[in-house]
């Protein structure tokens, strides 16, 4: 979602934009599958990732197609513009980096395991969650592993940020993990099922935990504790 387009794809290979007041279509591109993840809005340009492994440039105002980088399988997560790169995961198990204007490749780092969601750039890393369960924070200018963490379960869902700041992350098996994000150090961790996934959703200092029983979880957080 723009300003004021909002950007679709279809099942049957297009990239739509319509206008957020009415739905009107200024432009439709064809990329041949759809976009599996959400597409990157960055100055005039829009980056779309797609199921044939296809990392697209377009021109956000007419559609048309600028640049395209040919990835190993599909994108999985991203594209992102960090620190003036674009990052993209994907099925293989890397993480790349390429050039925001050239797409030219800088750098790619191997995860050992495919991202689940998308990832999250916070505490001036880039975070992500893989379905070997290790959640990693990367460094966007290199890709170095500056920290990685066993979470002891498969996450359901990629990583949030927490109201306070903190890096959360909800596990098939019911739990509810905070870490601090630039370190990587755990902070708390609560169990909500036995058996269940759950997956947390934050809106400022609202958390919410939508779980595999059907309900939705509200937490009141208390204050800061004084010393």
């Known amino acids: ?134 959640t990693y924070g990367l460094r966007p200018g290199d890709g170095e592993v500056v920290w990685r963490k066993g979470l002891g379960g498969t996450p359901q869902g990629g990583p949030v940020r927490g109201p306070r700041g903190e890096l959360l992350i909800g596990l098939e098996d019911g739990r509810l993990l905070a870490f601090a994000a630039e370190e990587g150090e755990p902070l708390w961790e609560v169990r909500l099922l036995e058996s269940g996934g759950v997956r947390p959703h934050c809106t400022g200092e609202q958390l919410y935990v939508s779980a595999g029983d059907g309900y939705l979880y509200a937490f009141a957080l208390p204050s800061r504790l004084r010393g």
């Open 1 to 134: 979602v723009g300003d004021s387009v909002v950007y679709a794809s279809s099942a049957d290979g297009w990239l739509y934009a319509l206008r957020r007041v009415d739905g009107s279509q200024i432009w439709r591109a064809r990329i041949g599958t759809r976009a599996v993840s959400r597409p990157c809005l960055d100055g005039d340009r829009l980056y779309v990732g797609t199921r044939v492994g296809q990392l697209l440039a377009l021109a956000m105002d007419t559609g048309a197609r600028l640049g395209q980088v040919e990835m190993r399988g599909r994108t999985v997560g991203g594209p992102l513009v960090v620190e003036g790169k674009l990052l993209v995961a994907g099925a293989d198990g890397y993480v790349r980096a390429y050039g925001r204007g050239d797409l030219a490749p800088r750098w790619r780092q191997r995860l050992g395991g495919r991202l689940v969601g998308e990832p999250l750039v916070l505490g001036g890393l880039l975070i992500g969650a893989v379905d070997n369960g290790w």
